[in-house]
């Protein structure tokens, strides 16, 4: 097949032959589904300091919500028009980016993911992550051992309070904590929220507080017995416990979560969330930039999926629950483990 003379330059720029050699003429770009959740702040925060140890050129875009993928398409299109060799983004909705990354890929240019998978996974070359099932089986064991002595004889009464559809890192997260909680669920690789008649109440809050808080609220108008809360980001955690207080309800349902950032762990703290487990946004995206940098140098791409850890974060220990206190969380919150 003849090539064309652009698609022969633009082979000829991301060919090992042309690779950067110097660190300066390195660019790279981060693609967050947010800049306003501080999961993906930290994540900014790991990548701009990776480029500053390496001497590098960092380029960052981010969605408007979690499912802005018509904004990160177009940042995809523009940070490669700029140079950039590697992208690191954390994908809004994991199918729609594919065809901008497979464009940008047959060009010569790495693709790594950082949280969240692309669909199909294949789409990227690397996926650097939370172990997204185990996290949500680490919060669901906690609370299969913390809900017998903090409310004896209570049947479960379960609300769901999701991200949002279509999010592999969310059915992951909730089809895990079904399965540690011992409930029949789907496996990790399942992209259907699983359900079973212990959960009352279930619905999508985008993982912010405002729609945690209103969720949550609508859930105990119809089920006020609810007893376990699970909820799929500590944003959402912390509206679902505003909801509980105003209603009274506060000291009447335990919430578990998953994060591990700096204000979800100070609610652990505090006891507004029972336990949550801690992932590092900040590792993802430092790891990020060093296979960047390794590729634009000696023309090696990172693959496969790269587990960058999850810890159960919890005051009140459960037997045979490996946990760190509040504390330890805090001081590794979103950070390197």
């Known amino acids: 097949m003849k090539m064309s003379r652009s698609g022969l330059l633009m082979a000829m720029l991301f060919s090992p032959a042309a690779l950067a050699v110097n660190n300066d003429a390195i660019t790279l770009g981060l693609i967050t589904k947010t800049d306003t959740n501080p999961f993906f702040q930290k994540m900014k925060e790991g990548a701009m300091l990776g480029a500053t140890v390496h001497g590098v050129k960092l380029l960052t875009a981010a969605g408007n919500n979690d499912n802005d993928y018509a904004t990160q398409v177009s940042a995809i299109n523009a940070m490669v028009a700029a140079g950039?060799?590697?992208?690191?983004?954390t994908p809004g909705d994991s199918r729609m980016v594919v065809p901008a990354l497979d464009h940008v890929r047959a060009m010569g240019v790495q693709v790594i993911a950082l949280d969240s998978p692309t669909d199909p996974i294949s789409a990227a070359d690397a996926l650097f992550a939370t172990d997204n099932y185990r996290a949500g089986q680490m919060i669901g064991r906690y609370a299969q051992a913390a809900m017998p002595l903090r409310?004896?004889?209570q049947p479960l009464k379960?609300?769901?309070l999701d991200l949002s559809p279509g999010q592999p890192v969310g059915a992951r997260r909730h089809n895990g904590f079904m399965s540690g909680l011992g409930l029949n669920a789907g496996g990790a690789e399942a992209g259907e929220l699983s359900t079973a008649g212990e959960i009352v109440c279930m619905d999508y809050t985008g993982g912010t507080e405002t729609l945690g808080r209103d969720v949550m609220a609508a859930c105990l108008k119809v089920h006020p017995d609810i007893n376990l809360v699970y909820t799929g980001n500590e944003l959402a955690a912390s509206g679902a416990y505003q909801a509980l207080k105003a209603a009274g309800k506060n000291n009447d349902a335990m919430i578990v979560s998953v994060d591990g950032g700096c204000d979800?762990?100070?609610?652990?703290?505090?006891?507004?969330?029972?336990?949550?487990?801690?992932q590092y946004p900040l590792t993802m995206a430092?790891?990020?930039?060093d296979a960047a940098v390794a590729y634009a140098k000696h023309g090696k791409k990172a693959s496969g999926?790269?587990?960058t850890g999850v810890t159960l974060i919890a005051e009140k220990p459960m037997p045979g629950q490996p946990s760190k206190n509040a504390q330890a969380g805090l001081e590794a919150c979103f950070g390197a483990k």
Do not use: E, H
Request: glycine share 12%; aromatic share 6%; no cysteine.
């Open 286 to 289: 430092a790891m990020g930039v």
């Open 305 to 307: 999926y790269v587990d």
């Open 84 to 89: 950039a060799t590697t992208l690191l983004i």
């Open 264 to 278: 979800g762990v100070r609610n652990v703290q505090s006891g507004a969330i029972a336990a949550t487990a801690q």
């Open 158 to 160: 379960i609300a769901m």
């Open 151 to 153: 409310f004896p004889g």
